[in-house]
């Protein structure tokens, strides 16, 4: 069975935050004062920020988002301020979701093969199934695992283990594909899986764990 990540893997992630932020900036510009390469970085400094509260179980998925919105606007805003500011960064979010162009020819193909796919992700649950749902892909696949659901996030070996479990599969016989070499594919290696780095970016190799460029090579690796 192959088990996939979903943001910067499926989803193109990285641009859907930047032209939402970009939008949302433009939406509230005269009280942020902020140019658009400015905002972006900082916009990213704090989402990675209080993401990590959230996987660490400091902070809950709705907390996290409203202290982002608190540290750009002011801590005087009151819960539902904040909410009403984060939602309308997620409309503009959403709006460019798109999948990578070498997704669904990739899920066609291992589907024909006759893989059985699923997906392990960092994240809330209902917010992952929404992503695979708005970018009509969620149908590829059988089994969906979320660290919001399982109480632990990669590159914890227990997630990995009860995806495994829930698929009903061997997890030495299993495969994971994600574009982080720590938390996806040497965090999936560890716990048992053939652990594969999707590095996009750079035509890098590594010594721990197979490295495909684009997930167009990944149907001739796997069969």
């Given at each position: ?56 179980k400091e902070l809950s998925f ?162």
């Amino acid at each position: 069975m192959l088990f996939f990540d979903i943001d910067a893997t499926l989803l193109d992630h990285e641009k859907a935050e930047e032209m939402g932020a970009i939008e949302f900036l433009k939406e509230n510009n005269e009280e942020l004062k902020l140019s658009a390469s400015e905002f972006i970085k900082r916009w990213y400094e704090l989402s990675d920020k209080y993401f990590e509260k959230f996987l660490s179980k400091e902070l809950s998925f709705q907390e996290q988002r409203r202290m982002r919105i608190r540290e750009l606007f002011g801590s005087h805003l009151n819960n539902e301020q904040a909410d009403n500011k984060f939602n309308d960064y997620l409309k503009f979010y959403k709006g460019n979701w798109t999948v990578f162009e070498d997704v669904i020819p990739c899920l066609e193909q291992l589907k024909k093969q006759g893989n059985r796919l699923g997906v392990i992700s960092n994240g809330d649950y209902n917010q992952q199934i929404e992503k695979l749902e708005g970018i009509n892909i969620s149908k590829y696949f059988d089994c969906i695992i979320t660290s919001s659901e399982i109480g632990v996030s990669k590159p914890n070996a227990t997630i990995f283990l009860e995806a495994c479990n829930q698929a009903d599969v061997p997890i030495h016989e299993s495969y994971y594909i994600g574009d982080r070499l720590e938390t996806d594919a040497i965090g999936s290696k560890n716990a048992g899986m053939k652990g594969i780095w999707l590095n996009r970016k750079e035509k890098t190799s590594h010594s721990d764990v197979i490295v495909i460029h684009s997930l167009s090579e990944l149907g001739a690796l796997i069969n």
